[in-house]
C-alpha cells in the first residue's frame, strides 16, 4: 500500500511540485530515490535542513566581509531555504491528500 500511495503523490502532484517552486532536480531525485511513502517525509526534511545549513554556512561566511552585496545575497538565499520550510508542509499536505 505504501508504494501505491506514493505513486498516487507523483501522479497528483509532481508537476506542481516544480510549479510551486521545487527545484525540478529536486523532484527528479526523489522520484529516483524514494520507494514507500514512509520515506517521503524524511527525505523532504533532510533535504530543507541542508539546504538550510549551506545557506547559514554561507551568512557566516559572508559576515567578515565588506562585501555587502554578498551578504546580502546570502541572507536572502537564508530567507528562500526558511521559506522552504513552508514548502515541506506543503508537499506533507499534498501527500497526506492523496
Known sequence: ???EILDSVWSASGIRL???GV???????AQASLTH???WFPYWTGLGDTYERLAREAVAHGEPTDFLTSQGDALCDLAEV???RDQVEL????????
Do not use: F, T
Not at 527545484?23 to 531525485?29: E, I, K, N, S, T
Not at 508537499?91 to 492523496?98: C, E, I, K
Open 91 to 98: 508537499l506533507l499536505h499534498l501527500g497526506l491528500a492523496a
Open 82 to 84: 526558511a521559506g522552504a
Open 18 to 20: 516544480i510549479g510551486d
Open 1 to 3: 500500500m505504501s508504494r
Open 23 to 29: 527545484p525540478a532536480g529536486d523532484v527528479m531525485a
Open 37 to 39: 511513502w514512509n520515506e
